[in-house]
T-cell receptor
Framework: DQQVKQNSPSLSVQEGRISILNCDYTNSMFDYFLWYKKYPAEGPTFLISISSIKDKNEDGRFTVFLNKSAKHLSLHIVPSQPGDSAVYFCAAVSYNTDKLIFGTGTRLQVFP | KAGVTQTPRYLIKTRGQQVTLSCSPISGHRSVSWYQQTPGQGLQFLFEYFSETQRNKGNFPGRFSGRQFSNSRSEMNVSTLELGDSALYLC??????????????FGNGTRLTVT
């Protein structure tokens, strides 16, 4: 049972444009959501997070949006840069369980 | 400050054998979590240890086990290896509750290949 889903396995975007990565979840008990970025041969690194009491969190070029009614979150990268090319994982956690559940990942490629 | 260290980086084992993976968390971090990454499955949660106690467990068979020592270092053991156990095993540490109070910091993983 995949509670956190990233339905797009890959995304290709031109440098300077916006990248939008999507994530859907099924468990309404999730309280906190995070995005991680992973380069080949490295472990994932934390990117940005959002609490369920908010609908938007911004950090430089990265913005995460949360739509609780749709059980959907998205990560916007503006402007996209070649160095953003990586696999992006969304993750969700419930304060009750403390178990961090990851999605399957989306491979982003930013081309010049 | 040194990051999360996982050893070894690569392992090749045959079916039926057992394997032990090691993880040294960031100094001061008390929580250690283990994840399995396979193509198409993302990061699957194995278990989390906090102060030497298993605090959370994922949906993996009993062949997968772990432990945490008093210095917060952790080991993961897989017995009776199967071909499907071939994966990248990632360890992550955090100050407190994994993912909630503080983000996870991941190591570079151990690539296990079972032949």
């Amino acid at each position: 049972d995949q509670q956190v889903k990233q339905n797009s396995p890959s995304l290709s975007v031109q440098e300077g444009r916006i990248s939008i990565l999507n994530c859907d979840y099924t468990n309404s008990m999730f309280d906190y959501f995070l995005w991680y970025k992973k380069y080949p041969a490295e472990g994932p690194t934390f990117l940005i997070s959002i609490s369920s009491i908010k609908d938007k969190n911004e950090d430089g070029r990265f913005t995460v949006f949360l739509n609780k009614s749709a059980k959907h979150l998205s990560l916007h990268i503006v402007p996209s840069q070649p160095g953003d090319s990586a696999v992006y994982f969304c993750a969700a956690v419930s304060y009750n369980t403390d178990k961090l559940i990851f999605g399957t990942g989306t491979r982003l490629q930013v081309f010049p | 400050k040194a990051g999360v260290t996982q050893t070894p980086r690569y392992l090749i084992k045959t079916r039926g054998q057992q394997v032990t993976l090691s993880c040294s968390p960031i100094s001061g971090h008390r929580s250690v979590s283990w994840y399995q990454q396979t193509p198409g499955q993302g990061l699957q949660f194995l278990f989390e240890y906090f102060s030497e106690t298993q605090r959370n467990k994922g949906n993996f068979p009993g062949r997968f086990s772990g432990r945490q020592f008093s210095n917060s270092r952790s080991e993961m053991n897989v017995s009776t290896l199967e071909l499907g156990d071939s994966a990248l095993y990632l360890c992550a540490s955090s100050l407190a509750r994994a993912g909630v109070d503080s983000p996870l910091h991941f190591g570079n993983g151990t690539r296990l290949t079972v032949t």
